[in-house]
């Protein structure tokens, strides 16, 4: 399309050239064949142009001519750039007002839900509370007096129905630590490496989180893997400094090295 319209453009100029090139005028001074200047009164005739110059006229116009012609289509892409970047915001705007619209209405749906929960749970949950407080706690006890009493199968079939049975109860770190106590205490050691790391990935803030940390050296070392045991003992004197757990780590921790020491020792003499 570009190219017709410049071959027509090319040949307005080429036709209107011709039809006013002649007419085009060079004012000049005239001198007679003597070299003298002619008289004021002197009739000035126009002087037309050659092909040679009519051809440099048209060039010049045609290269002013493909210069706006470039710049009009440079302002049209442009054009067309932003009209591209005003229909992308308008998607982008569109989807993000979408997103919106459904976060609110999830979340107006989950508070209305949670509401209604709470409106028919307050209904019953202040008789009930302090009974279903005691319960819990009444299983947990005599769970733990099995396992003071040393009935270590009994313990740990208690300790296990408490677990099913109060999964966000207010023992739930205690009783997950005693349980692994008691595999421990069984030379169940592979239960009890789970158990104590049940502990650390669950409840990792918990205050009985270090000693579970400990435990879990124990474990591994009662297991047969002492460098796996050296390894847990570090990481519990750098993650819990100044804590009873950090102690104990660092007792154990000389103990082995002791160990090896004397291990080492006998073996060359």
């Excluded at 209405?105 to 409106?119: C, N």
Aim: aromatic share 8%.
């Amino acid at each position: 399309m570009r190219t017709v319209k410049l071959a027509i453009l090319w040949g307005s100029l080429v036709f209107s050239s011709f039809a006013w090139a002649d007419e085009v005028p060079v004012i000049d001074a005239y001198q007679n064949d003597n070299g003298e200047t002619a008289s004021a009164t002197a009739t000035r005739a126009p002087v037309t142009l050659s092909s040679e110059q009519r051809i440099v006229v048209l060039e010049r116009q045609i290269t002013n001519l493909n210069r706006s012609l470039a710049q009009m289509n440079n302002l049209q892409q442009q054009l067309q750039d932003l009209q591209g970047q005003m229909d992308s915001q308008k998607h982008d705007l569109k989807v993000l007002q979408d997103q919106v619209r459904n976060q609110y209405q999830d979340i107006d749906q989950r508070l209305s839900t949670q509401t209604k929960k709470a409106t028919s749970k307050n209904t019953d949950t202040d008789s009930t509370d302090a009974a279903d407080n005691n319960v819990e706690q009444t299983a947990y006890q005599s769970a733990l007096n099995l396992l003071k009493k040393k009935q270590y199968t009994s313990a740990t079939t208690a300790f296990k129905k408490y677990l099913r049975q109060y999964a966000d109860g207010q023992n739930i770190v205690n009783a997950n630590y005693w349980l692994g106590q008691l595999y421990l205490l069984q030379g169940q050691t592979d239960k009890a490496i789970a158990q104590f790391k049940t502990i650390l990935k669950k409840y990792p803030t918990d205050k009985k989180t270090p000693d579970a940390a400990l435990q879990l050296g124990l474990a591994y070392y009662a297991n047969g893997d002492v460098d796996q045991a050296k390894t847990q003992f570090i990481k519990v004197k750098q993650k819990y400094p100044g804590t009873a757990a950090a102690k104990s780590a660092q007792t154990r921790l000389q103990k082995i090295q002791q160990t090896a020491s004397d291990d080492s020792s006998s073996d060359d003499t």
